[in-house]
């Protein structure tokens, strides 16, 4: 572990220099360099398989990457440490997938609580209270004995998030987080995020809504073949996009 | 006939019970049960053991874990048995009683075997379950003692009680070695008998019998206990037969 000093309020929560990400000769990643900052809400969009999901992957080292830089909150993810210091970063970064993974043996509640008590070894009674605070923050207190299986999907995202937010994590990471949903449940999760994105919380989000994008995000990254090809605030995406790729990806979503 | 097996059992219940004890040492279906119960108490959690230690990544653990597990598959049982009662004295240099030398080969062998079902039961699981555990910032070993093993053994519950009831039925091969078990409690009874020996082996089938279908009646009901905890929950009703029958056929 690199022993940077914690950095200043002004720095960047997240920060991509020259990262590249191979899978054998695929080329995933291609010098990214980009950034995050505090309180910031990035929309990453793109078409499949353009390497969203696997950028912000990078980003709590469930991919490694080939080699770049990547600082979150002025720590360097993927250099060399203990086990236990990739472990204590992880929980500050918050992650929700596209399916969920709810521990489906476990309860809402539990789903929420275990994490605080074997990873931070915070007190039962304090776990669990804060876990009713958040599922309440998400809609969901009277479903805290309920498991994964009773609920719907809409209904599990939201535990996700609850279960992410538990750990008190600095800034969360959405990965698809409404792609596996019904449509009549997108607008639920969506609601979720838009209260984190007004509370300050940092965000990144790979996701196709592109209303969402519209609405909450401060800047809009988009992709393809491993490339950022455009950052711009969603208003100039949307209306002005200045990459040909960017045209064309929008002028897709449109019909 | 029925006569018999009851008189046959009037005269010899204490044989067949507790062997020569305590003139001699703790046999039959005492001998059979503690070798079964301890078996299966060791072999289970070496099982856990066998099936990490072939997941992880490290060469050191992979190799002699796989290595055991390929021996088992490869050889009887019973060749496993003869080996180790007439190796291991010369190898030490020590006598071993048949009693240990038959739990030994027993712990190793059947929790080899344990050990795929317990891998396949972690790696059916796809690994969002452990990306979700580490994401939240669990360790490995955290992530699979509260999220993964608890899933994969309850998944693979049918398959380890039929490798439990496996291991109840395998320790009458502990007769080959002279380990004083009910089998050979009742071969003792059908030397003595000579002229009746269906009766006597129909007394050791039902005892047999017994104790496999307790065994899988009980795991049957801690199944449905934590099915109905967890009710409502698609996909995690087994589609498997769970009658005793299905249970405790051969594997």
């Known amino acids: 572990m690199t022993n940077t000093p914690p950095a200043e309020a002004a720095a960047p929560m997240i920060r991509f220099c020259d990262v590249n990400k191979k899978y054998g000769s695929y080329h995933a990643l291609v010098d990214i360099n980009a950034e995050v900052a505090r309180g910031e809400v990035v929309v990453v969009c793109g078409p499949s398989g353009s390497g969203k999901s696997t950028l912000i992957r990078t980003v709590n080292r469930l991919e490694e990457i080939a080699s770049g830089t990547l600082l979150f909150d002025g720590r360097n993810v993927h250099a060399k440490m203990r086990g236990s210091e990739l472990n204590h970063l992880r929980s500050r970064i918050g992650f929700v997938f596209q399916s969920f993974n709810l521990f489906p043996h476990l309860s809402a509640l539990n789903n929420v609580m275990l994490?605080?008590?074997?990873v931070s070894g915070v007190n039962r009674e304090v776990a669990r209270d804060k876990a009713m605070a958040l599922l309440d923050r998400v809609g969901l207190v009277d479903k805290a004995g309920s498991y994964p299986a009773q609920l719907s999907g809409g209904q599990q995202q939201r535990v996700a998030i609850a279960r992410a937010l538990a750990m008190e994590p600095p800034a969360m990471l959405f990965d698809e987080p409404t792609s596996?949903?019904?449509?009549?449940?997108?607008?639920?999760?969506?609601a979720v995020m838009r209260g984190l994105a007004r509370d300050g919380m940092t965000m990144m989000c790979v996701t196709h809504e592109m209303g969402f994008a519209r609405e909450v995000a401060d800047r809009v990254w988009f992709m393809d073949a491993g490339h950022i090809l455009e950052t711009a605030k969603p208003n100039d995406f949307f209306n002005a996009p200045q990459h040909p790729r960017a045209k064309r990806f929008l002028s897709d979503l449109r019909h | 006939m029925l006569s018999d097996i009851i008189l046959i059992v009037r005269d010899n219940w204490l044989l067949l019970l507790i062997g020569q004890y305590p003139n001699g040492p703790l046999g039959g279906f005492a001998a059979t049960l503690i070798l079964s119960v301890l078996s299966i108490v060791l072999a289970f959690p070496l099982s856990v053991l066998i099936a990490l230690a072939r997941l992880s990544?490290?060469?050191?653990?992979?190799?002699?874990?796989?290595?055991?597990?390929?021996?088992?598959?490869?050889?009887?049982l019973l060749m496993l048995i003869l080996w180790v009662y007439f190796m291991v004295p010369l190898l030490i240099g020590a006598n071993v009683p048949g009693f240990v030398t038959m739990l030994v080969t027993l712990v190793l062998y059947e929790g080899a075997f344990l050990s795929e079902v317990v891998r396949a039961g972690i790696v059916a699981l796809?690994?969002?379950?452990?990306?979700?555990?580490?994401?939240?910032?669990?360790?490995?070993?955290?992530?699979?003692?509260?999220?993964?093993?608890?899933q994969a053994l309850y998944n693979m519950m049918p398959s380890i009680l039929s490798q439990f009831v496996s291991t109840i039925k395998e320790?009458?091969?502990?007769?080959v070695i002279n380990v004083p078990e009910l089998t050979f409690a009742a071969n003792q009874i059908n030397n003595q008998l000579l002229t009746k020996p269906f009766q006597v082996f129909a007394i050791l089938a039902i005892i047999y019998y017994a104790v496999c279908w307790s065994l899988t009646k009980a795991a049957v009901m801690l199944e449905q206990r934590i099915a109905r905890k967890r009710a409502g929950q698609p996909g995690t009703a087994l589609p498997v037969d769970l009658t005793p029958q299905a249970l405790t056929a051969e594997p």
Not at chain 2, 57 to 71: C, D, H, K, N, R
Not at chain 2, 126 to 150: D, F, H, K, T
Not at chain 2, 171 to 175: E, P, Q, R, S, V
């Open chain 2, 171 to 175: 320790t009458t091969l502990g007769y």
């Open chain 2, 126 to 150: 796809g690994r969002g379950q452990m990306e979700a555990a580490r994401a939240l910032g669990n360790s490995y070993m955290g992530a699979m003692i509260y999220v993964i093993l608890p």
């Open chain 2, 57 to 76: 990544g490290s060469p050191f653990l992979f190799w002699p874990s796989t290595a055991l597990v390929y021996i088992a598959r490869g050889v009887p």
């Open chain 1, 180 to 190: 596996a949903l019904d449509p009549e449940m997108v607008g639920e999760v969506l």
């Open chain 1, 115 to 118: 994490s605080p008590i074997k």
